[in-house]
């Protein structure tokens, strides 16, 4: 039973900030997370139109707008489905300059018609993590797609993508 006058359970709680406050201080915030260097960025399947749309750190990108979210692919397929990729590219700062340091993808669809989206929650978190850690997660894409990112990335920041030798190599065949 809690005191709480709003009646909510107290429990672990975590801020989203854009800059880091603990300056190498590791005692207290322990449970915040920056998204300053996190952008998303989707690639329309049909289309291959790359582009970014801040919203979706928060699922509500243009794209996600106004549709009920459902985990079974079934009850959005049909003619008017779209598909895009959700990639989440993270930029850091090296010695050597700015590098995409982690990408990762993950599925979503949705059809405006039917009111409905399909995503699995629990992949697009995995995912944003991954890119935060530096990992680099292409394997799912098409080739097409991957392709139209790799061309995204490479005319967004030649500096950065220059600097990329990680990235480069996984998508020197694209």
């Not at 009646?7 to 915030?29: A, E, M, T, V």
């Not at 993808?105 to 935060?132: I, Q, W």
Request: proline content about 3%; glycine content about 6%; overall charge negative.
């Amino acid at each position: 039973m809690t005191n709480d006058s709003n009646g909510k359970k107290p429990g672990f709680k975590f801020n989203i900030i854009n800059n880091d406050p603990l300056d190498g201080h590791k005692g207290q915030n322990i449970g915040s997370i920056s998204l300053e260097n996190v952008a998303p960025v989707y690639v329309a399947v049909d289309t291959q139109e790359v582009f970014i749309d801040m919203g979706g750190l928060h699922a509500r990108a243009e794209v996600e707008r106004r549709v009920k979210w459902v985990t079974d692919k079934s009850e959005v397929e049909g003619e008017d489905a779209k598909s895009y990729w959700l990639v989440w590219v993270t930029v850091e700062r090296l010695k050597t300059g700015p590098v995409y340091s982690g990408v990762a993808a993950c599925f979503e669809m949705v059809n405006r018609t039917k009111r409905r989206g399909y995503k699995l929650m629990p992949e697009h978190v995995n995912m944003m993590d991954r890119s935060m850690k530096g990992k680099i997660d292409l394997n799912e894409m098409d080739s097409e797609s991957r392709s139209s990112l790799k061309s995204f990335l490479q005319s967004h920041n030649k500096e950065i993508w220059e600097n990329s030798t990680a990235l480069q190599a996984e998508m020197k065949d694209d």
